[in-house]
């Protein structure tokens, strides 16, 4: 399971053009995704208080660009970069993903449910 944050609107366009090309495509050549265990980290680090956001579970079977997992932050974890766009078709599902008052993100119960199935 591949998994990409972004805003619903972002997404909304997306679906619109039968593309998704994020400013990160263009400016480093990659999309940025993360694997379960990793996206509360990453999204309490990258986008806390950020209103509206999804969660895209993306099939790695779908995905025509090259798939690459890459430590390229020095964190030790292997995080998931799509070297490409990504079409509607390779998404599953589409998650809310709302924070708390607090501006926090907690982890969506169908994703605490894949991670417990594993």
């Not at 994020?22 to 379960?36: M, N, T």
């Not at 680090?45 to 090259?66: H, T, W």
Request: net charge negative.
């Amino acid at each position: 399971m591949i998994l990409h944050m972004l805003n619903r609107n972002d997404w909304e366009v997306a679906k619109q053009n039968g593309i998704y090309r994020p400013e990160s495509l263009a400016e480093e050549g990659f999309i940025h995704c993360a694997q379960p265990e990793m996206i509360i980290m990453v999204a309490n680090g990258l986008y806390i208080g950020q209103q509206d956001m999804i969660i895209l579970v993306i099939d790695a079977e779908k995905i025509s660009a090259p798939l690459i997992y890459e430590d390229c932050y020095e964190t030790g974890h292997a995080f998931p970069h799509i070297y490409g766009t990504i079409t509607p078709d390779a998404v599953t599902q589409i998650i809310d993903f709302p924070c708390d008052e607090n501006g926090e993100f907690t982890l969506p119960a169908e994703i605490a449910e894949q991670l417990e199935q594993n």
